[in-house]
């Protein structure tokens, strides 16, 4: 509550920085439609011998960083304000720590996300198959909205200052939380018999890759279960 108390604070003494702010966060919003059907057009040329041109796939991949961008940007402006509003609020501090490590870990997952959406970078650019893309996507969709929270719960604890039990209990739960997750994540994705390995082992037959599989696919869920 102090936390709101503070923003709402700061949004009424900077009216104009938060003004813009929102501008901002409204405008990305709203391009989105606009980025997602200017990513089908292009997909549309590089389809046809006639049009194709590797300056498509390059517009189309600035398109997904911005997609990709837009709630990233979300949490760096409220890390910015909640920074500078509540500088002795150690809550307040810690939450900030908390959208701040989000910025990463949100862009990375929603960029692999848009990169396999249909028709996107990696199926009519990189000519990937539609069934990986579509199983990694369903995958990321449900990780993304459960590691979010965790994350930010593991950061709020470590970067408190009042109590370091509450990063010795609850923080270090959400922690191994998070490394069960990561396990379970690596687990369905790396399946040598999943629809996102399977087809490549099968095309590679023989290689190293298909030899070693019983030794790098438990490797995957052990290194993560493990420190768990």
Not at 83 to 103: H, K, R, T, Y
Not at 137 to 160: E, S
Request: hydrophobic residues 55%.
């Amino acid at each position: 509550m102090e936390t709101g108390d503070v923003l709402w604070a700061d949004f009424k003494s900077n009216i104009s920085v938060s003004l813009a702010s929102l501008l901002v966060v409204v405008s990305l919003i709203i391009l989105h439609p606009k980025a997602h059907g200017a990513i089908g057009a292009l997909s549309e040329k590089v389809r046809q011998v006639q049009t194709d041109s590797f300056l498509h796939t390059f517009k189309t991949l600035v398109l997904t960083v911005f997609l990709a961008g837009t709630w990233p940007v979300v949490l760096f402006l409220l890390w910015w304000r909640l920074i500078a509003a509540a500088p002795d609020n150690d809550f307040s501090q810690a939450l900030s720590s908390g959208l701040l490590a989000l910025v990463p870990v949100v862009f990375m997952l929603s960029f692999l996300r848009h990169f396999s959406m249909p028709h996107g970078l990696a199926q009519d650019h990189l000519r990937m198959r539609q069934e990986p893309l579509s199983y990694l996507r369903r995958l990321l969709g449900w990780y993304l909205v459960l590691v979010i929270p965790i994350t930010l719960i593991v950061q709020i604890t470590q970067a408190q200052q009042t109590d370091e039990q509450w990063y010795n209990s609850a923080g270090r739960l959400f922690f191994i939380a998070h490394l069960i997750l990561l396990a379970l994540l690596q687990l369905l994705l790396l399946r040598p018999t999943g629809p996102l390995i399977g087809p490549y082992l099968k095309q590679g037959w023989g290689g190293w890759l298909e030899r070693l599989q019983y030794i790098w696919y438990p490797l995957s869920f052990i290194l993560p279960v493990g420190p768990a």
